[in-house]
């Protein structure tokens, strides 16, 4: 062999080892470069998913009834009803929290040990406030429902006491507005008379378990207390009106 084919032969090795090379560099970068464009579109896709479940968060966390804005009955029933709604959203959550795991599995597999600890952190985060953000739901739901609860027990003897005081109400019209004409007609309507006071006499104990009662106590120390006091002062003044208007009836029939 010639020596310009053999120097024509050795220049052709080096170029075919290096145009080799060029590709396998070419090949790795390009290798980098996909991993790179995955790592961004996972991280991204993951943060998307983080913003959306703590949106989904906030929304759900600003419809939780505030008690301190209920004060009467209508509206902690709607309160009721809004707990109701909102523990039924707990499924979805749940989806969008294991859509943001899955996720998070994705960027951890493609990035170094150490800084896959802060995607972990922040997943497990994420779940431990779905779960508190629920937790907090049902424990306001389920105190709501001991509040209504009481509430129902609370008007029924509300209810009792209030038509207790319209019946005597009525009796004591009835002894206002008879007109005595003989000595017999006026002893009945001071013995109808005192028939009343008897009922108003022995009802004033039932009137101060009521008000003093523990359910009692207990509604006015919840956010129910407007509503509660002025069903109180109202039963307690009727009550009171009927004391006053009796008490002209005895000594006038002498």
């Known amino acids: 062999m010639k020596v310009d084919e053999l120097a024509g032969s050795e220049k052709k090795k080096r170029a075919v080892g290096i145009l080799r090379k060029f590709n396998a560099v070419r090949s790795r970068l390009k290798d980098l470069l996909t991993d790179k464009e995955n790592q961004y579109k996972f991280h991204r896709s993951y943060k998307d998913a983080h913003q959306e479940l703590v949106t989904w968060l906030s929304r759900v966390r600003e419809r939780i009834p505030r008690a301190s804005a209920a004060d009467g009955v209508i509206e902690f029933e709607t309160a009721n009803a809004t707990y109701a709604g909102l523990m039924n959203k707990k499924p979805q959550g749940l989806v969008l929290l294991e859509q943001l795991q899955q996720l998070g599995l994705l960027v951890v597999s493609h990035v170094a040990p150490e800084q896959s600890l802060p995607i972990q952190a922040e997943v497990r985060a994420m779940g431990e406030s779905l779960e508190s953000l629920f937790k907090e739901i049902e424990d306001?739901?389920?105190?709501?429902?001991?509040?209504?609860?009481?509430l129902n027990e609370w008007r029924e003897e509300y209810e009792r006491l209030s038509?207790?005081?319209?019946?005597?109400?009525?009796?004591?019209?009835?002894?206002?507005?008879?007109?005595?004409?003989?000595?017999?007609?006026?002893?009945?309507?001071?013995?109808?008379?005192?028939?009343?006071?008897?009922?108003?006499?022995?009802?004033?104990?039932?009137?101060?378990?009521?008000?003093n009662s523990v359910a009692t106590k207990a509604l006015l120390k919840s956010h129910l207390e407007n509503y509660v006091s002025a069903q109180l002062q109202r039963l307690n003044s009727r009550y009171q009106v009927s004391k006053y208007s009796i008490s002209f009836q005895l000594p006038s029939q002498f």
């Open 140 to 150: 306001e739901k389920e105190a709501l429902g001991k509040t209504m609860s009481s």
């Open 163 to 211: 038509d207790w005081v319209q019946q005597n109400d009525i009796l004591l019209k009835n002894v206002k507005t008879t007109l005595p004409g003989t000595l017999e007609e006026k002893k009945q309507k001071v013995k109808d008379t005192q028939e009343v006071v008897g009922k108003l006499t022995e009802g004033k104990k039932e009137m101060e378990a009521f008000n």
